[in-house]
C-alpha cells in the first residue's frame, strides 16, 4: 500500500527549491500539501504574501508530485493541525529550518514518521529560497548571547553591566517577535535599503537608534538591537547605569573566534507567543538579580576570549536563569518542557524571543538533530 506523505508552507513566490522539494518528498509516498493562508503567513511572518492562498494553491496543485492540495483551517505553525489528524499520514516531510519539536510531538501523537530535508536542489540547479527571490539584502539580525535587558535603564538602574551581542548573516528570515531585532532591521532597511554603509559603525548605529526611537517615543527600543546590527562579529556593550547607550563597545571580529561560536551555537524554532503577550508583567527586578545578568555577563565574555566551550554554556545558562528571575513571563510550561528535552544535550542555553516566537539557544559540541545554525557577520 503507497504511503501517504504530507508536508506544509507557505510556498509564495514558488521557485525550483519547492518544486525539488515537493519531488523529494513524494519519494516516500503520494504527497498531499497543506498550504497557510493568507491571514496565518502575515501573523507569523509579519508581512502580505506576494501571492494570494487561492493563487498558491492553483500553483501548487498544478505540480506533477503532488497529490492534493488544500488551504490549511488553522493559525500558527500548527496550522494544519486539524488536517493532518485527518489525513493521518505515514511521513511528516520538512525542511531542516521547519523542523520544531511540536511538530514532533504531533507526529508521536498520531504515529507518523517526521522526516527531515536537507534542502536539497535538482541537478544543477542553484539552491533557491523565497528569502533569498524575495530581495538581495545584507543587513544582518542580532542575537544576544548574553546580559538583554541591560540595555534598558529600568533594569541596568540596580547593577550596570554588558550585553553581548552577534550580528547574524540573513541566511534565514527570522520571525517578527522573535528575538533576533527584526524591528530594528526593517528600519535599518528602510534607512539603508540593502547593505550597512561605509562610515563610523558607532555613528551609524546611534542613526538606526534614533530612526527607530524618534522624539516622543514612549517605549524605547534597546540600544544592542541597532549595535547589534550595525557592528560585524562579537560585541560586549558595557552600559552604565541608567544609560541608554553604552559607555564603550568592544569587538572581536577574528575568524578564529567567530568560527568558535559559529561551530557550536544550535537553534531550536518555538511555536508562537500564544494570546495576549506581556513580558512586563509580574516583573521582579532588584539590584541582586540585576547582577546575577551582568556577571553572567562577563564570564560570557571572557568564555568566548578564552574559547572555553565549558564557562561560554554555563554563562548563557546563568544568563538565562536571571533573565527569568526577573522576567518571568519569558518562558511558560511549553517552553520548558521543550528546554528539558534538551538539557542533556547541551552545555548551556538561552531564549531568543520572549514567551514564545522565537528560539531555543544551545550550547554545545556536538551536533543537535534537526537544529539551525548561523554565520556570524565578519569584519
Sequence with gaps: MTKKVFVSGCYDMLHSGHVAFFAEAAQHGDLYVGIGSDSTIKELKGR???????????????????????????????????????????????????????????????????????????????????????????????????????????????????????????????????????????????????????????????????????????????????IGIVFPGVNKLNYEKGKYWPESIEPITDKDTLSFIEDHLWLITL???????????????????????????????????????????TAMRLSFEAQVAMFPNMVNPAILEILDNYKDQALGWKLSGAGGGGYLVLVSDKPVENALQVRIVGG
Design 48 to 226: 502580505p504574501t506576494i501571492n494570494t492562498d487561492s493563487e498558491r494553491l492553483y500553483m501548487v496543485s498544478a505540480i506533477k508530485h503532488v497529490k492534493k492540495a488544500w488551504i490549511n483551517s488553522g493559525g500558527g505553525l500548527l496550522d494544519f493541525d486539524r488536517e493532518i489528524r485527518e489525513l493521518k499520514p505515514d511521513i511528516f516531510f520538512v525542511n531542516e529550518d521547519g523542523y520544531t519539536p511540536d511538530k514532533l510531538k504531533l507526529c508521536k501523537e498520531i504515529g507518523a514518521e517526521l522526516l527531515v530535508s536537507k534542502r536539497l536542489p535538482h541537478g544543477n540547479l542553484p539552491a533557491r529560497s523565497t528569502t533569498s527571490l524575495r530581495q538581495v539584502c545584507n543587513i544582518p539580525y542580532r542575537l544576544d548571547l548574553a546580559g538583554g535587558w541591560l540595555d534598558q535603564p529600568f533594569v541596568s538602574e540596580h547593577y550596570p553591566g554588558p550585553v553581548i551581542t552577534i550580528g547574524i548573516h540573513p541566511d534565514y528570515h527570522f520571525n517578527d517577535r522573535s528575538g533576533m531585532s527584526s524591528s530594528t532591521r526593517k528600519k535599518a532597511i528602510q534607512l539603508w535599503q540593502t547593505d550597512i554603509p561605509e562610515g563610523d559603525r558607532e555613528l551609524l548605529a546611534k542613526t538606526l537608534f534614533s530612526f527607530e526611537n524618534p522624539p516622543g517615543t514612549k517605549v524605547i527600543s534597546g540600544s544592542q538591537d541597532s
Design 271 to 313: 511555536s508562537p507567543r500564544i494570546g495576549d503577550f506581556d513580558v512586563l508583567a509580574n516583573t521582579d527586578i532588584n539590584p541582586e538579580k540585576a547582577k546575577a545578568l551582568a556577571d553572567a555577563a562577563e564570564l560570557c565574555w571572557t568564555a568566548i576570549q578564552n574559547k572555553d566551550l565549558k564557562n561560554l554554556g
